[in-house]
């Protein structure tokens, strides 16, 4: 793909700090917080790195559905481990988007409001426990390959976050990886769950690398500015690459009847995801997209007096301090 | 799926290269010295200290069972990464009582935890006490915490070798939760009247199952040297909740005093929902690898 | 002029996170967090900065207690030590070969 930066001609009216702009960009540098920048790019990051928090704060709810209920306890401390990493991931980025100028307050105000997306692949339910692998296997498998080029993305706030949510990640695709194999090892009915549950999220996590390239309006502007450096398509296909061995290895089937290894292209050739699915669920027509929100409001709504409390005291104890001082 | 003569590529190789050379995030796993998960694992307990064991790890495990459901629920993000926390060590304090307790009978600490029933639990009816709003939470917890670091500071002298090592592993982590208790105490009493009058309630709710942590049993005279006699602990306990409730202007409830029970098996009627939901998956494959 | 991110209408302020990885080495800035005073600021950066054993001493302070340099005089600012080499070592040229220099 051919990149062309944003820039008016040289020579035009471009700014002293738009050239500086570019020119950090050109170099593979990076952009820091009190950098000038311009406005669209400003957005396109809090865009970006807002649904990214909010889809790690919305995404620990389908996991935690499955805490109470693991069935050993240390399955039981590695899925609490996990989802707590998630409300990490959570807060690193927003501190990555609070940078450009926005609050986490302000973000959440607009998650809760149902303004602001996240990744929809959090509006499908867990029913089973084998979900617990599938999540970890394929949505964290394809979120960690969404998210290796992230770390090197321009602005340099986001690259932090992502290189510290990359390495805390590395043990989540496996931990789902073991679940699945636990199961594919035990009894007929474990590897019918797991198989049954791969069946259901196995397209559901394609469609986690976005609309396919002819049909991501964003794409090409955000790998010009290089916050993202790689196609929807292209990482989709990488991803379905590394899958197929793991799935051999596991003893699991992916359900792509039309998955076949092309000698010519050295690639996998493979169907298409259910994009009217796909565009349903972003819509907030999924299955657990209302479910999703009411328990993100009702843990905001009823932590406010928490909140306000520790605020008030805060507030008390510096008066104090104040007061004694003077 | 069907191959021509060419070879799929294996897992991340050549067409990974062009990302970064680490693809997947991995932390070099060599410079990792992994502690162990599990402390005491080999030793085979007395009938009675695994006896004994129970009680200690069934109550960490129904405090730790109960606040998994705060995790994606908390007033704060940053406060569900701490229960969280305060949940893992829990956790890791009853696999190590449980494994324990289970060598005297050739169980592991998944049978222990998942494959007894209500009335083979041991816990005492405080850790059972449902989580309620945020102030019943640290109020239970405060209470939980004192309790524990008191036994476990005076446990790490056990003549019982296992014991003293878990109280002493544990004692540092629940020096952190009562550390995070008082905090939260701190700020309820003396944040907003609403906070100062949940906590209030949350602390009369709880506190008539204090009394129960300190009654001895006749177990104590059976382990004499090995097991904390539960009342000798009651003034460090004491000690301590005045200290807090001092500075956080708080007055100990007065009220009634629960019969208790949990050591014999009786429970409060929190504890046998919590266990159903805690088994219920377990018990459907029972024997299975997970 | 205060670090990026500030804002005062948050219920708890921001507040940026340090830690020393090990003994011997500086404290290093590891990112922010909210925190309704420092004492609670100090307890959430162990949680979220020090699951890993990550550290062994944690400083926090608010975010709006931070002082940067302006970002427009970038140039003015930092340019100063170009050109004055004689505080590098390999300005020195004539001593080359002599041991222990």
């Known amino acids: ?326 | ?290 | 002029m205060s670090t990026p991110g500030v804002t005062s209408n948050e219920v708890w302020p921001l507040w940026e996170v340090f830690v020393r990885g090990s003994r011997g080495m500086s404290h290093v800035h590891v990112g922010s967090l909210h925190a309704p005073d420092a004492t609670m600021a100090v307890r959430n950066a162990r949680d979220l900065y020090t699951r890993r054993n990550e550290g062994v001493s944690i400083w926090v302070t608010p975010a709006d207690a931070i002082t940067t340099s302006d970002p427009d005089a970038k140039g003015a600012f930092f340019e100063s030590p170009a050109g004055k080499n004689y505080r590098h070592a390999i300005y020195y040229t004539r001593s080359e070969g002599v041991k222990h220099l």
């Open chain 2, 1 to 290: 799926m069907s191959t021509t003569t060419g070879t799929p590529p294996a897992a991340g190789d050549t067409t990974a290269a062009t990302l970064t050379s680490d693809e997947h995030g991995n932390i070099e796993l060599g410079k990792l010295t992994l502690a162990a998960e599990v402390i005491g694992q080999g030793t085979v307990a007395p009938p009675a200290v695994a006896e004994y064991a129970l009680w200690l790890g069934d109550d960490a495990l129904v405090l730790a069972q109960n606040l998994g459901w705060w995790i994606s629920r908390a007033p704060e993000l940053e406060e569900d990464i701490a229960i969280g926390n305060i949940a893992l060590d829990l956790i890791g304090h009853a696999r190590s009582f449980l494994s324990y307790a289970g060598s005297a009978s050739g169980r592991t600490e998944d049978e222990m935890a998942y494959f007894r029933g209500e009335e083979e639990y041991r816990s005492a009816q405080l850790f059972e006490q449902a989580n309620g709003d945020f102030a019943h939470t640290i109020a239970r917890n405060f209470i939980a915490g004192c309790f524990q670091h008191a036994l476990y500071e005076r446990l790490q002298g056990s003549h019982d070798e296992t014991l003293a090592a878990i109280a002493a592993k544990s004692i540092k982590e629940v020096d952190y939760h009562v550390d995070h208790a008082t905090q939260w105490v701190l700020r309820l009493a003396g944040g907003t009247a609403k906070s100062r009058r949940r906590l209030i309630v949350g602390f009369a709710d709880v506190w008539p199952y204090v009394d129960e942590l300190f009654r001895d049993e006749p177990l104590n005279d059976e382990l004499a040297g090995v097991a904390v006699r539960q009342s000798t602990l009651r003034p460090a306990f004491d000690t301590r909740v005045a200290a807090v409730f001092a500075e956080a202007e708080l007055e100990v409830p007065v009220g009634f005093t629960a019969t208790g029970g949990g050591r014999v098996g009786k429970h409060h009627e929190t504890l046998g929902p919590l266990l159903a939901e805690m088994q219920v998956l377990a018990r459907q494959f029972p024997g299975a690898a997970w």
């Open chain 1, 1 to 326: 793909m051919t990149i062309s930066l944003p820039t008016r001609p040289i020579g035009g009216d471009i700014s002293a700090e738009e050239q500086q702009f570019n020119d950090l960009i050109a170099q593979d540098s990076r952009i820091e917080p009190r950098d000038w920048m311009p406005e669209a790019y400003r957005k396109t990051l809090i865009r970006q790195i807002a649904q990214h928090a909010h889809s790690e704060i919305i995404g620990m709810q389908p996991e935690s559905n499955w805490i109470l209920r693991a069935p050993s306890l240390k399955r039981k401390a590695i899925l609490i481990a996990k989802v707590q990493d998630e409300a990490g991931h959570g807060l690193y980025l927003y501190s990555a988007a609070q940078t450009l100028g926005v609050g986490r307050d302000e973000m959440t105000e607009q998650l809760i409001a149902g303004t602001a997306r996240y990744s929809s692949i959090f509006n499908y339910a867990t029913p089973t426990w084998a979900d617990m692998g599938s999540i970890g296997w394929l949505v964290d498998g394809a979120a960690i390959c969404n998210q290796v080029p992230l770390c090197r993305a321009s602005y340099g706030p986001y690259g932090r976050a992502m290189v510290r949510i990359c390495k805390e990640e590395s043990f989540h695709q496996r931990q789902g990886f073991e679940i699945l194999l636990e199961l594919m090892n035990g009894t007929p009915e474990q590897r019918q769950m797991a198989q049954e549950s791969v069946n259901r999220w196995y397209w559901p996590a394609l469609m986690m690398f976005g609309p396919p390239d002819d049909d991501s309006p964003n794409s090409a502007r955000s790998m010009a500015w290089k916050i993202k450096r790689f196609s929807n398509d292209e990482l989709r296909r990488r991803f379905v690459g590394m899958l197929v061995p793991q799935a051999e290895v596991l003893g699991l089937t992916l359900p792509d009847p039309d998955l076949t290894w092309n000698e010519e292209k050295q690639a996998y050739d493979m169907g298409q995801p259910d994009w009217d699915e796909f565009h349903e669920v972003l819509a907030g027509r999924g299955q657990m997209n209302a479910q999703r929100m009411q328990r993100r409001r009702d843990a905001h709504d009823e932590g406010a007096w928490v909140r306000e409390a520790a605020a008030a005291y805060a507030a008390r104890q510096s008066a104090t301090t104040e007061r004694v001082v003077a």
